[in-house]
């Protein structure tokens, strides 16, 4: 079985979509997948179980973007093609089956939506498959033996973003003597484009 699975260009998002791609691989031992997303979210499906190839949804003018996605997706046959982006795409590359979805119910939660989409309830949870490489550069960050505080402060846009000086003080509490994470070390989680989002965080955190 051959999918090509359009998924988001956000971290977040594609990090929500990433429970699809556990449940089809559960499903269908042997299934190949191509899969198709921004610059920023590639790395998280680097190491999926059968991953033919990985392509990189650059921006560009007048859409044009999408002509070159499917110029390079269109000369194959798909036996399922799931398009997250709502793109249309699907409607003009043969496929066995189509599953489109993008415009999004605010009384749901995102992972319900895409679990709807592809008939799964309860819908699968989010799965990310880590390379050998990917779990050493983690070892070499993550300090071992002590717990840690992930947090990530930034967001796409401001109405998604808890203020900066909360996230720090809610770090400084849990990690406080007494706190529920004493001692804990705090990991600030963002891409490097969003560093001077998160710089407040850093500043309001003591080293080490």
Not at 58 to 69: A, D, E, N
Not at 165 to 170: E, G, M, N, Q
Not at 172 to 188: F, M, P, Q, S
Request: hydrophobic share 45%.
């Amino acid at each position: 079985m051959k999918i090509l699975f359009i998924t988001a260009t956000r971290i977040g998002d594609a990090v929500l979509s990433s429970g699809l791609i556990a449940h089809l691989a559960a499903e269908h031992p042997g299934v190949r997948f191509t899969v198709a997303c921004g610059a920023p979210a590639a790395p998280l499906f680097e190491a999926i179980p059968g991953l033919d190839r990985l392509i990189v949804i650059k921006k560009k003018p007048f859409h044009s973007h999408w002509i070159s996605l499917w110029a390079a997706c269109a000369g194959k046959r798909w036996d399922r093609i799931y398009d997250l982006r709502g793109s249309m795409l699907a409607r003009f590359m043969r496929a066995g089956e189509r599953h489109i979805g993008k415009y999004r119910d605010d009384n749901i939660h995102r992972v319900e939506e895409l679990g709807r989409l592809i008939g799964v309830s309860p819908a699968p949870a989010p799965m990310l498959y880590l390379s050998d490489d990917a779990w050493e550069k983690a070892g070499a960050l993550v300090p071992s033996g002590k717990p840690v505080l992930a947090i990530g402060p930034t967001a796409n846009w401001g109405g998604k973003q808890w203020p900066a000086d909360r996230f720090s003080a809610l770090a400084l509490r849990a990690t406080e003597k007494g706190g529920v994470l004493e001692g804990a070390t705090v990991a600030v989680l963002g891409a490097e484009s969003e560093r001077a989002m998160a710089q407040p965080v850093f500043d309001a955190l003591p080293e080490g």
